[in-house]
T-cell receptor
Framework: AQSVTQLDSQVPVFEEAPVELRCNYSSSVSVYLFWYVQYPNQGLQLLLKYLSGSTLVKGINGFEAEFNKSQTSFHLRKPSVHISDTAEYFCAVRGNTGGFKTIFGAGTRLFVKA | EADIYQTPRYLVIGTGKKITLECSQTMGHDKMYWYQQDPGMELHLIHYSYGVNSTEKGDLSSESTVSRIRTEHFPLTLESARPSHTSQYLC????????????FGSGTRLTVV
């Protein structure tokens, strides 16, 4: 079984400041890891994914995430945020065996202030 | 352009009415999903399908039903809408390989009055 914990429900940050959104997971099998972004009144959009190889993955809109196997974490970072980054961010894991069911975290609301 | 479409985007309907939320994708994905999401809240899986004529209930109990007669089409039906059904409904699809992420539709925001 897999589970995902997003450690912060809300993250307020000033524009041009760096931000980190934290995600921990647990799984009994190897997993693939994803971050999605949801803007108001829209569906989710894939930001980035970790499949294998380099533990630092880059995504759209200047976001990147680092996979840490020993700490079972997949934190999302951006060195300088914009007002337009205000959105809900979801971490997700998908097992690489069985029915490939995806488990989503509860989401982190990023609020960028001017 | 390959995509996933949900209609309607917004729907306000009276209690007791029957409604069908449409979801279609042009990517040939076998796996399709319906999620229920209250504003600013987590996603709850209510139905999924791994192919034609295959449907399963998700983790959250729902009074809705789904069908999958064609690969590209995965409609969700509420036989008798109630105010407790007021929510956002998101449809998603993915390829049959675990490396692929989900593609989501824009959602249907349903209000039952």
């Amino acid at each position: 079984a897999q589970s995902v914990t997003q450690l912060d429900s809300q993250v307020p940050v000033f524009e041009e400041a760096p931000v980190e959104l934290r995600c921990n997971y647990s799984s009994s099998v190897s997993v693939y890891l994803f971050w999605y972004v949801q803007y108001p009144n829209q569906g989710l959009q894939l930001l980035l994914k970790y499949l294998s190889g380099s533990t630092l993955v880059k995504g759209i809109n200047g976001f990147e995430a680092e996979f840490n196997k020993s700490q079972t974490s997949f934190h999302l970072r951006k060195p300088s945020v914009h007002i337009s980054d205000t959105a809900e961010y979801f971490c997700a894991v998908r097992g690489n065996t069985g029915g490939f069911k995806t488990i989503f975290g509860a989401g982190t609301r990023l609020f960028v202030k001017a | 352009e390959a995509d996933i479409y949900q209609t309607p985007r917004y729907l306000v309907i009276g209690t007791g009415k029957k409604i069908t939320l449409e979801c279609s994708q042009t990517m040939g994905h076998d796996k399709m999903y319906w999620y229920q999401q209250d504003p600013g809240m987590e996603l709850h899986l209510i139905h999924y399908s791994y192919g034609v004529n295959s449907t399963e209930k998700g983790d959250l109990s729902s009074e809705s039903t789904v069908s999958r007669i064609r690969t590209e089409h995965f409609p969700l039906t509420l036989e008798s809408a109630r105010p407790s059904h007021t929510s956002q409904y998101l449809c998603a699809s993915t390829a049959a390989v675990p490396q692929e992420g989900y593609t989501f539709g824009s959602g249907t925001r349903l209000t039952v009055v």
